[in-house]
């Protein structure tokens, strides 16, 4: 294992750097993808890969690939990477630190000037929080053949702005086909989103996998109808039907030791003296077994097959299924390897939350490695994580990385 450390006050100083880009008065951010916010972070990411003497390469969805020649150039490089985008109340982390993080890598080697002989590549994936753009990861989707680019270059958004628009309005939608760079293994640094690491006082997640997520939209159909005049035993009052699915869906997580979300709800043409006549629901149901998923749709389903809910009807439409998935057990062992040479706490873990590696791991070796966040907290401009845990994050990622680099 080399002695090269990483650079913790040059790390943490390009976090809060970066975090003026969709900067808000809460200490969030509200970067969203293919915004003007995104914009400039992606400019700078690029200036900065750039100084490094990397090759930047951009996709036709924005994905983008900062690549460090190693001294066989034959070789395929090594990925690092996550994504720049953020939730509407997204905070400083999530995604930025993986990114940030494989930029500390590669600064850490060019002022040591050490070349390693594999190349390695920066990679920033497109829209991974699926917040402007459903799904999630739908970019680093695409790229292991999710999706097709034409599909994710029409999906809208909530006004009706076509993903192929925003991302021409930006200046990223890039030369190279969808899929065409190629790299061998991915390693993701991420915050863990969740309270273990933090309650166990562990400094770094050997992450063994993701669990499985699937996403619904739900249209209750209910009969407008004036306030006043319509007693409640003949009301097909649309929102009270939402109200009852929710703490349903809320059960069935329970029975099920899985995690169930309604994330919007909107009641159609709402006013204050109207019985609401529709309402539009999202659902995001996650469990690491697909039995158990199965299990939990098959509830939700029963649910809405109730003849109580006849006279207010409701359609499911399942919109998205990332299966469970399960990281390569040498990449695995690099980060916990990684996280032994330099002393940290460590544990195995599996990741609540969605991520590139998800789609990545479809088509080459992939791990990643989780640092804590304050109370768990992500999501939300709270989130936050301290110096010491992200230059240990990006360490355990410098070992990991140059144990395989030089082979
Ligand atoms: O939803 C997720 O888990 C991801 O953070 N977008
Ligand atoms: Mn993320
Ligand atoms: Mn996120
Ligand atoms: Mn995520």
Redesign the pocket.
Known sequence: MSNLTIDADRLWSSLMETARFGGTPDGGIRRLTLTEEDRQVRDWLRAQCEALGCTLTVDALGNMFATRPGTDPDALPIAMGSHLDTQPTGGKFDGVLGVLAGLEVLRTLDAAGYVTRRPLMLVNWTN???SRFSP??ICSGAYAGAFTVEDVLARPDAQGVRFGAALEGIGYAGAAPVGSVKFGEMFELHIEQGPVLEHEETTIGIVTGVQGMRWYDLVVEGVAAHAGTTPMKLRRDALATAAELILAFRRIALAHDGVATVGEIGVVHASRNVVPGEVRLTLDLRHPETAALEAMERAVEAELARPELAGTPVRLTRTWDSPPVVFDAGCVAAVAAGAAAAGYSAREIVSG??HDSVYAARVVPTSMIFVPCKDGLSHNPAESATPADCAAGAQTLLNAVLARADR
Request: proline share 0%; aromatic share 0%; no cysteine.
């Open positions: 991974e929080e699926g999630a990861m939350a969605g």
